[in-house]
Each structure stands twice: as C-alpha cells, then as structure tokens.
C-alpha cells in the first residue's frame, strides 16, 4: 500500500506531509448534535491503517480530543496534534498547566505537538504562557511546541525569547498565498516548519465547483466553506476564482490528477512547508485515495506559468499570516469577530485622575515613582510616553533584537491608545529612538506593518544612550475622531 511521505520536524519527530484535520468535528457536532465515539475512533484507525497517522485538532474542535483519546486508549497509535487558545488574561503557572492539562486529559496522554494560539498580542501574556510551556517541555510535560495564527512579527519575537517553537500552523494555498512570503523567509532561517491548512479552500479547489455558478450564503451549510467562501471573495470574486480553477484543472488534465492534487502538490513545494492539513469528516466522507495522488506527480515550469498567469488577475489577501482572525476583513467561518475581540480583557484600564483626564498606567514600578503615566488623554489627544520593550516582569522582550523590540513596543503603544478609546488607526506622529542608526530598517520595517493605514508623521534618530539594556524607544501621540 503506498502511503503518506514523511517529513522530519525535529529528531524523533517525524509526521506524514498530510495531516488529517479534526476542526470540522466541531461542525459536525454543532447544534447539539454528537458523533457516535466509537464510528469516529474507528474511523480515525482507518486513516492510520491507510498511513495517514498524524492528525490535527484544538480543545475548541468538538469532542476531536476525547475521540483521538479513545483511539489510544484502544491500542492505537497516532501523532496528535492540539492546541490551547485561551482567552487573553493573566498567564499564570497555574493558569498555563491547568488549561494545558485538559488536553492532556482529554488525550489520555501527552501530544507530540502543543500548539498555541493567542487572539489580541495588544495583551503581552502570551509571552508567560509561551515561556510556561517551554518549562513544561523542559520538564518533559510536553514534547514539542508550536504556534497557530501568528503572524511573522510576532512569531520572530517569539523566537528572540527563546521559545523552542519547531511550527507555525497557518492559512496557505491557492486562494492564500501570505505565508509564501517574508513568513517563508523567517522560517527557513529558523528552522520552524510551516503547517498549512485551507490547502484545499474548504473543499472549493476541486472539480465539484469548476463552471458552477456562486453559490448563495444561504446554501452553504458547513463552516469549511464558509469561511472560504470569504476568501474567495477577497481574492477577488467568484469570476477570479473560475479562472484559478480553470487554469488548475487544466494542469491536472495534463498530469491525470484531480485539481485538489494540484492545489495539494503546489503549496507542499514551498520549502518551508512541513506538512499540509487537509480537513475530514469522520464516518461521512473520506478522500484518502486521491490524496496520496498528489505524491504521484511533478509540476515544471509550464504549470507555474498558468498559476501566475491566475494569480495575476487575483487580489492578494490582506495583511499577514493570522490577520484574519484579528482585524477586518475578518475571514472567519463566522466572519466579524469585532464582537468578540471587543469583549477580551484589556491590558490596561484606565483612570480618571481630573475631570475630562484620564491616564493609563502599565504597572510599571517608575511610572509612579518617576511621576509620569503610560499614556493620557486630554479631550480627544492620547499622548503616550516613551515606551520601551519591558516586559511585565521587567525583562527585556526581544533582547538583542531591534526589531522584535519594536513589535512589543508599538504592542504596548497600542494596548495603552485602545484603553483610552482610541486605535492605532488614530495616531498622527511617532517618534522612534535608537541606540544604533544600523537597525534603522527591521524598526522600521514593523512600524510600516503597523501603521500601513495611518501613516502617522514620524521622526526616527539614533541618540547617544537609551536608559537601560534597550535598543528602541517609541512614544506616539493619536488624535481619536470623534464619534
């Protein structure tokens, strides 16, 4: 039987370059339905006799866990994959190992992949929980650790911590093709690998939708397809996405694959990718067949010729890897999350200390000591101070790197602008220090991913010492419209 390549993501650590994933159990299970345990347990031991051992899931995903669980606990073996997305909050020793510790539970063991994802990195904990959880893979709680949805940035900030992360589990595929770029370039550097999911846009990369007119929101009845859907429409519209089709289905005419071979093979060739995610529906339906296809062909330069060609006529998604789950356009199954980003804790609150002022403070032990705030607004003018990349508990966050302290800095820049009621869509001047004029560009290149919209005045020098083990200082002033 030919079965899934593998690939090595760390010494010991070896998993198929497609991993079946379990988000759709949570569609499956919605509306207070249940799948029958033992048919979804017997299906996933279908999946490993098949070769397709390594499955991806997440303590949100329905019962995906208490179904992988059974599985083990009936003799079977399987590389798991979970996550722990928590909401933003005090990342304490006891917050981390407890939320940590359910999967586990549910598992009936320890994963070879914890991965995690935070919502809003405005709130600087997900530094505590990244760090507790590298202490529990010290103590061999945990074995390997990953990150789902972050952006290049933020996972680069990461990795200045120290964080051993060996994945980034992000959108990549025909439709979405972000992480292709500088995300790609920061992980060959690194030596993180890159899981790809929506490789096959939710099942709209396939032979089933070529020629087929849009269909209504109203007659899309899965999440899967919801939320591409929203991708397809901000690539372009239907008509784009016809003509993608077109050109991948004429390429897998000339190999005798499917069009969801080809969008499988093309996103596995990028060099960063470890393994690609294709979704299943346990006991409904299952396509293993055709995938191992995709390892039974090559694409040369002619079939790239007709991808760009597609590509060409094609907007590319905004933003970075993970911004569609932080900022619109919200391309999310359920779309707007504005609702829900609203409603996390903040990192700040704020104070009113005379009628009409209020100020923010970070907990800082100088901001009292020193007489001075965080940030203030006075009427419709925030003014925040010079802020420096420490961390809560007084480290320094991305030591020795410039740009990694930016990232944290204009994090907490805006952590403090938003409890004051404004957004960094309101700051109107910037000024940037440095201790050395040669790390001008990495600054500045995060000040241009954070203020692509805005394009605030802005004044960046290299001064004679900044106080303290810092290589970047950042204060901002925002002027909030009214209304």
Known sequence: MVHSPRVLVAPGFEVSRIVTGL??????????????????????????????????????YGGAEDIL?????????????????????PMTREVVRAGVGRSLERLGGVPDLMQFHWWSF??????????????????????????????TDHLRLALAQGVPLLTNQVSFSLLDRRAAGEMSKLCLQRGVKLLAYGTLGGGFLSERWLGRDEPAESDIEDWSKMKYRRFIQAMGGWAVFQRLLREADAIAKRHGVSIANVATRWVLDHPAVGAVIVGARLTEAEHRADNLRAFGFAMDAEDHARLAHAFAAASPIPGDCGDEYRRPPFLTASGDLSHHLDALPKAFAATEFRPGRWRVDSGSVWEAACGYSRAVRVGDRILVSGTT????????????????QAVYILDKIAAAIEALGGSMDDVVQTRVWLRDAADWEPVARVH?????????????????????????????????TPG
């Open 389 to 404: 990349a420490t961390h809560t508990d007084g480290t320094v966050a991305g030591p020795g790197d410039p740009g990694a």
């Open 23 to 60: 988000w759709q159990v949570a569609d499956q299970e919605r509306d207070g339905r249940s799948l029958d345990r033992a048919a979804a347990a017997a299906s996933i031991a279908e999946y490993v006799a098949a070769g397709f051992d390594s499955f991806d899931m997440a303590d949100h």
């Open 69 to 89: 669980g059974r599985h083990l606990a009936d003799g079977g073996q399987a590389r798991v994959f979970t996550k722990w997305v928590p909401t933003p909050g």
């Open 122 to 151: 405005h709130h600087p904990a997900w530094l505590d929980a990244l760090r507790e959880m590298a202490a529990m893979r010290a103590e061999g709680v945990l074995r390997h650790l990953g990150v789902t949805n972050f952006d």
């Open 448 to 480: 241009g991913h954070v203020f692509a919209a805005a394009r605030p005045a802005n004044t960046l020098v290299e001064i004679g010492r900044l106080v303290g083990p810092y290589l970047v200082e950042i204060e901002a002033e925002a002027v909030v």
